[in-house]
C-alpha cells in the first residue's frame, strides 16, 4: 500500500507564507515526478508545480516567482514553499507522485488527500 499524506496547510493572509509537504509512505520502491496541484471551488484541478527525482523543476505562470517546490528523495518527502500569497491562490491543494512499488513493475499515479490553503484579503 502507498500513501501519500499532505501537511501544512491554513488560513493565512494576503501576502504571507506557508509551506506545504507531502510524505510517501508505503510498499515504494522509486518515486519518478512528484507534483502539487489545487483545485478551488467550481474549478478544474490545475498543475501548480512538479518536480522530478533529478531535481528538474516546472511551474504554473500563476505561481512563478512566488513558490518553490522542492523534494528530499531519501525521506520520499516533498515540498512547496509558497510566498507571496493571493487570495486567488485559495484552494485545496493536492500531492501527486508517479511511483514503482517494486523494480520490476511499471509507474502507477497515487494522489494525496489534500490540503486546504485559504488566503484571506
Known amino acids: 500500500q502507498v500513501q501519500l499524506v499532505e501537511s501544512g496547510g491554513g488560513l493565512v493572509q494576503a501576502g504571507g507564507s506557508l509551506r506545504l509537504s507531502c510524505a510517501a509512505s508505503g510498499s515504494i520502491f522509486s518515486i519518478k515526478t512528484m507534483g502539487w496541484y489545487r483545485q478551488a471551488p467550481g474549478k478544474q484541478r490545475e498543475l501548480v508545480a512538479s518536480?522530478?527525482?533529478?531535481?528538474?523543476?516546472n511551474y504554473a505562470d500563476s505561481v512563478k516567482g512566488r513558490f518553490t517546490i522542492s523534494r528530499d528523495n531519501a525521506k520520499n518527502t516533498m515540498y512547496l514553499q509558497m510566498n507571496s500569497l493571493r487570495p486567488e491562490d485559495t484552494a485545496v491543494y493536492y500531492c501527486?507522485?508517479?511511483?514503482?512499488?517494486?523494480?520490476?513493475?511499471?509507474?502507477?499515479?497515487?494522489w494525496g488527500q489534500g490540503t486546504q490553503v485559504t488566503v484571506s484579503s
Open positions: 501527486n507522485a508517479d511511483l514503482k512499488t517494486r523494480w520490476y513493475t511499471d509507474e502507477n499515479n497515487y
Open positions: 518536480i522530478t527525482s533529478s531535481g528538474r523543476t
